[in-house]
Nanobody, 115 residues
């Protein structure tokens, strides 16, 4: 089992910044990819950014150039620095990882961007 705990969400004005953090605990051996997903009301959950244990990153087109994902393997943490936030970034953000056929999700943290 892997437990993921997010922090750092909140309310920010358009153009502002937020930093999300996710701490992983439990049986973390074999974990490679970690990432962030988001789900807005009435919409499906979509990937925002992912990072491998080796540091390779991928971003959704909508956040490229504004968001940066980073990871500290020694501390088992992953972060999402979000700059130039837009109202359409408003969503619940979830930390995610997987191992084999198992998926693990955090409880989610709300990000609200006001116009």
């Amino acid at each position: 089992q892997v437990q993921l705990v997010e922090s750092g969400g909140g309310l920010v004005q358009a153009g502002g910044s937020l930093r999300l953090s996710c701490a992983a605990s439990g049986i973390i051996q074999g974990i490679d990819v970690m990432g962030w997903y988001r789900q807005a009301p009435g919409k499906q959950r979509d990937v925002v950014a992912t990072i491998t244990s080796g540091g390779r990153t991928n971003y959704a087109d909508s956040v490229k150039g504004r968001f940066t994902i980073s990871r500290n393997n020694a501390k088992n943490t992953v972060h999402l620095q979000m700059n130039s936030l837009k109202p359409e970034d408003t969503a619940v953000y979830y930390c995610h990882t997987g191992r084999g056929r198992y998926d693990y999700w955090g409880q989610g943290t709300q990000v609200t961007v006001s116009s």
